[in-house]
């Protein structure tokens, strides 16, 4: 492996990737998917999710709880 892929995380997710690097179990991708909820990508029959994207996705869905 070439020094700059270890410490490059790669763009492209799998919704395996997603689910072991983000915690959303394909079910749930599935769900928000269906419903247009989670930005992704298809390329023929691949699910393909941005890491850039889904980070500021995230960012964008915060819920900030004043206490």
């Known amino acids: 492996m070439k020094n700059n892929e ?4 790669k763009r492209w997710l799998s ?4 689910s072991n ?4 179990s394909k079910s749930t991708q599935s769900k ?3 419903k247009k909820k989670i930005p992704f990508s298809k390329v023929g ?12 996705w995230i960012e964008n869905n915060r819920v ?4």
């Open 21 to 24: 690097e983000y915690g959303f």
């Open 6 to 9: 270890q410490s490059t995380p």
């Open 32 to 34: 928000l998917r269906m």
């Open 15 to 18: 919704p395996t990737d997603l």
């Open 64 to 67: 900030d709880v004043i206490a």
């Open 45 to 56: 029959n691949k699910i393909l999710y941005c890491r850039f994207t889904i980070d500021n």
